[in-house]
């Protein structure tokens, strides 16, 4: 017998074995009971109801993150994501900018930025791809979970594609927007400083982990604003499966 129909009968025998005054007495708590026996869960909403409520979610979270970062200095302007010198480099920043390359040493943390700005929307796709891919125990697994859950979610089914598109994407683009030459001539100088070490990592990963980790914060706020704020849950989806938590 189903959880539903089992439910339903135990509320039937529980009422006719009960005392008149009892029922009364406690008919509010019953009926409340009922419900949420019936409903299949706390918030009595049918697993449909609520994947499509995660689905639509994380349409709106993604698409706002997405082009968040993407407006010119998302990034760049963003303390919180911004893209940082790397650790090599900044260990021989002073000395650059001692020796007059300070105007190199900022095109070059620009630059980076622009280049995640540019490459950011490449993820729009594969966001919407993985949502509509969500399973119903997914989706419960997600609504009752922690504050950033959903996005958690995504970064697991997506992290691995999207480096794997974002890495040629953003080498082409750090190309196109003067990254790959500001970098050079920031290694050939430092080769010119006597004791100097010369700069070695891997700019395209640098710049492409760098790009993930801010987008993937940009969708952990949009995921907190429709979770905790009312005034964020634009459809009446949203308002029943995010209200009834």
């Known amino acids: 017998m189903g959880r539903k129909r089992w439910g339903i009968w135990v509320a039937v025998l529980f009422l006719a074995l009960t005392p008149a005054q009892w029922v009364s007495a406690g008919w509010g708590g019953l009926l409340d009971s009922l419900k949420k026996t019936v409903g299949g869960g706390e918030s009595g909403l049918s697993d449909s109801r609520i994947t499509d409520g995660l689905r639509q979610a994380l349409e709106i979270g993604t698409a706002n993150a997405v082009a968040t970062v993407s407006?010119?200095?998302?990034?760049?302007?963003?303390?919180?994501?911004?893209?940082?010198?790397?650790?090599?480099?900044?260990?021989?920043?002073?000395?650059?900018?001692?020796?007059?390359?300070?105007?190199?040493?900022?095109?070059?943390?620009?630059?980076?930025?622009?280049?995640?700005?540019?490459?950011?929307?490449?993820?729009?796709?594969?966001?919407?791809?993985?949502?509509?891919?969500?399973?119903?125990?997914?989706?419960?697994?997600?609504?009752?979970?922690?504050e950033n859950e959903a996005t958690l979610y995504l970064e697991e089914k997506t992290r691995g594609r999207l480096l794997e598109d974002f890495k040629p994407l953003v080498h082409t683009t750090m190309s196109e927007v003067g990254v790959t030459r500001s970098y050079q001539e920031l290694d050939a100088k430092v080769r010119s400083i006597p004791f100097a070490e010369a700069f070695s990592f891997d700019l395209d990963r640098y710049v492409t982990d760098y790009a993930l980790d801010g987008l993937f914060h940009m969708l952990s706020l949009e995921e907190q604003k429709i979770r905790q704020d009312p005034a964020a849950r634009v459809t009446d989806l949203l308002k029943d499966v995010f209200g009834n938590r």
């Not at 407006?71 to 021989?92: A, H, M, R, W």
């Not at 791809?129 to 125990?137: H, L, R």
């Open 71 to 146: 407006d010119t200095n998302g990034y760049y302007g963003n303390p919180s994501i911004k893209i940082p010198l790397p650790e090599s480099v900044q260990k021989v920043e002073r000395l650059l900018r001692g020796v007059g390359y300070g105007p190199q040493v900022d095109a070059f943390e620009l630059s980076m930025n622009r280049a995640a700005e540019r490459a950011a929307p490449k993820a729009k796709a594969l966001f919407w791809e993985t949502i509509k891919g969500m399973s119903f125990s997914d989706a419960r697994k997600v609504l009752n979970g922690r």
